[in-house]
């Protein structure tokens, strides 16, 4: 995985810290974890479909993924102020399902806002 970040500080590592345990509670299937990196305003906007709140998209994440065993594997990932931008593949067994770009908002320590694009 290649990251980067405009400083060298606490903020970007914590930021980048933050996104990656996202990460690893989808694949994990860890929706306690998942929903404490998660504001309970959180919102998720994305070409299929919007989030309002944090319970529904746990709820989607838990009961309503066409296919829950995916890993994402992280390409990039860069780091600025509140916001992270990762590009990165979702695979299952290995194989390409599609291709992301998610943009993430962040606020005191846990993700606001999230924006995804996919091909």
Do not use: C, K, W
């Not at 405009?6 to 989808?26: E, P």
């Not at 299937?29 to 479909?49: C, G, I, K, N």
Request: zero cysteines; hydrophobic letters at 35%.
């Amino acid at each position: 995985m290649d990251t980067e970040s405009d400083g060298t500080d606490a903020a970007t590592d914590d930021g980048r810290a933050l996104v990656r345990r996202y990460y690893d509670a989808l694949d994990e299937h860890d929706y306690a974890a998942l929903e404490a990196v998660l504001l309970p305003t959180f919102s998720q906007r994305r070409p299929d479909r919007t989030f309002e709140d944090r319970d529904a998209f746990v709820a989607f994440m838990r009961d309503g993924r066409p296919n829950p065993d995916t890993s994402h594997d992280v390409e990039s990932m860069v780091v600025g102020d509140d916001r992270v931008a990762v590009r990165g593949r979702v695979t299952s067994d290995g194989t390409t399902l599609f291709e992301f770009a998610d943009f993430f908002e962040l606020e005191d320590g846990r993700i606001s806002r999230l924006e995804t694009y996919s091909r």
